[in-house]
């Protein structure tokens, strides 16, 4: 089992950046592959991007696509979220998620067996 927190959320100004952090416990780190996850008032959780266990593989959904950055540090037990260019409908709370079956990289919430917190990132036009 893994336990995973989020941090470095907060309030930022359209086109300002933020960057979100999630520290994992527990289990090896490296045998998962990551994903983070957001979620808007009244809106169902989306996901935003993934990385496999090496971090050679990474995802996004298309809105943020050259915007935000995946990345993860296997030896500090870390997943990364940098984003740039934030637009206010970037707001939601934002969880990282660790995915046991390290061999694929998933955009659906099911796959996904463990789950941080979250974190608030609220961007004002």
């Known amino acids: 089992q893994v336990q995973l927190v989020e941090s470095g959320g907060g309030l930022v100004q359209a086109g300002g950046s933020l960057r979100l952090s999630c520290a994992a416990s527990g289990r090896t780190f490296r045998s998962y592959s990551m994903g983070w996850f957001r979620q808007a008032p009244g809106k169902e959780r989306e996901f935003v991007a993934a990385i496999s266990w090496t971090g050679g593989n990474t995802y996004y959904t298309n809105s943020v696509k050259g915007r935000f950055t995946i990345s993860r540090d296997n030896a500090k037990n870390t997943v990364f979220l940098q984003m740039n260019s934030l637009k206010p409908e970037d707001t939601a709370v934002y969880y990282c998620?660790?995915?046991?079956?390290?061999?694929?990289?998933?955009?659906?919430?099911?796959?996904?067996?463990?789950w941080g917190q979250g974190t608030q990132v609220t961007v004002s036009s």
């Open positions: 998620a660790a995915d046991e079956n390290y061999y694929r990289v998933s955009r659906n919430l099911g796959d996904y067996d463990y």
